[in-house]
């Protein structure tokens, strides 16, 4: 729980866009120090821009959350520069889509190396140094919000190598929550799990490493991203309502932050399918059209 953010510290990953840049948005107005980190170097030159012009001290690195060093050093200079961060933003997340066994090795490596390990890395590199802080001054307080999806608490077809990567974030920040209130009532932590919300993640090949780079789409891949294009671009909430959810949540100490809390429903359903130990559920139940229209063409030649 943070209370006052004026002259704070926020480590913000992919805050060239989306919910990181409307975080820092939020910060700047708040008189943060900010650290912003993307992968993307013209999208983070113009949120650093923006964010001095509103008045904040900026520390802008480029970095890919995947890599183990980058990080590694991009925590020595956050010490260096502005010392324990008290609110940190474990974002940066990519998408992609498909039936499961579809995906190649390199999908599966790209996308639990960012939306995952990404978020290992802030959570391993930044703790310790917040929890340090905490033992040497009893007022200070942290906090470290992950970002997850609707996907981390739901199984929806033909995107699993995001769902798998969600769940896993969603698991890692309960734990987090547990294991931090072993140790301390200082820093605390949350899990934002928005729906369908227009940002730039239904374009996330843009900063896919040629390292990783992908096949030729297959067809489920082509109509995920045809649905994910369809149901990002026709979302109502914006990405700044939630960023405003994501520090209306730290300053109340609220662990679960939804962008769509009508689409929990679907959680309930699913939860009510493991202890009834039912088969899951068809999410197209209530839209039933819409499912037969997806098996249709799975189905085409
Ligand atoms: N928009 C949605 O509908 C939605 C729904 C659920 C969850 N999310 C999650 O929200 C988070 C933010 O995404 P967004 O919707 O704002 O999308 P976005 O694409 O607008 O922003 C993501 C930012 O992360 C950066 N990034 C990508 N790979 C990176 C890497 N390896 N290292 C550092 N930065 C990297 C991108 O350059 C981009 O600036 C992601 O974790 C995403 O999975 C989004």
Not at 205 to 228: C, E, F, K, V, W
Request: aromatic share 6%; net charge negative.
């Amino acid at each position: 729980m943070i209370d006052n953010f004026a002259g704070k510290t926020a480590v913000l990953t992919g805050a060239g866009s989306g919910f990181g840049l409307e975080c820092a948005r939020i910060g700047a107005r708040l008189g943060m120090n900010l650290v912003l980190v993307d992968v993307q170097q013209d999208a983070l030159d113009a949120a650093a821009a923006e964010m001095q012009a509103a008045g904040a001290q900026v520390l802008a690195r480029k970095v890919d959350v995947s890599s183990t060093p980058q990080m590694e050093q991009l925590a020595v200079d956050v010490a260096q520069r502005f010392g324990a961060p008290h609110l940190v933003f474990n974002n940066a997340g990519v998408g992609a889509g498909g039936l499961v066994w579809e995906n190649s090795v390199k999908d599966w490596e790209w996308v639990l190396g960012v939306n995952l390990m990404g978020v290992v890395h802030g959570v391993r590199l930044f703790t310790p140094m917040m929890l340090e802080a905490a033992r040497k001054d009893p007022q200070w307080r942290g906090h470290i919000v992950n970002t997850a999806s609707m996907a981390g608490l739901l199984a929806p077809p033909n995107m699993g190598i995001y769902n798998v990567s969600k769940h896993a974030v969603v698991s890692l920040s309960e734990t987090l929550y547990q294991d931090l209130s072993l140790v301390t009532d200082q820093v605390g932590a949350s899990v934002l799990c928005p729906y369908f919300v227009a940002t730039g993640i239904n374009e996330s090949q843009r900063n896919r490493p040629d390292g990783l780079a992908g096949d030729q789409p297959t067809q489920s891949q082509l109509i995920g991203q045809a649905m994910i294009n369809k149901a990002v671009s026709a979302g109502k909430v914006t990405a700044a309502e939630v960023a405003q959810k994501v520090f209306d949540a730290v300053a109340a100490n609220q662990f679960y932050i939804y962008s769509h809390p009508k689409a929990i429903g679907a959680v309930q359903t699913r939860m009510e399918d493991i202890l009834q130990a039912r088969n899951p559920t068809d999410p197209f139940a209530d839209k039933p059209a819409l499912g037969a229209q997806l098996r249709a063409a799975l189905r085409a030649d």
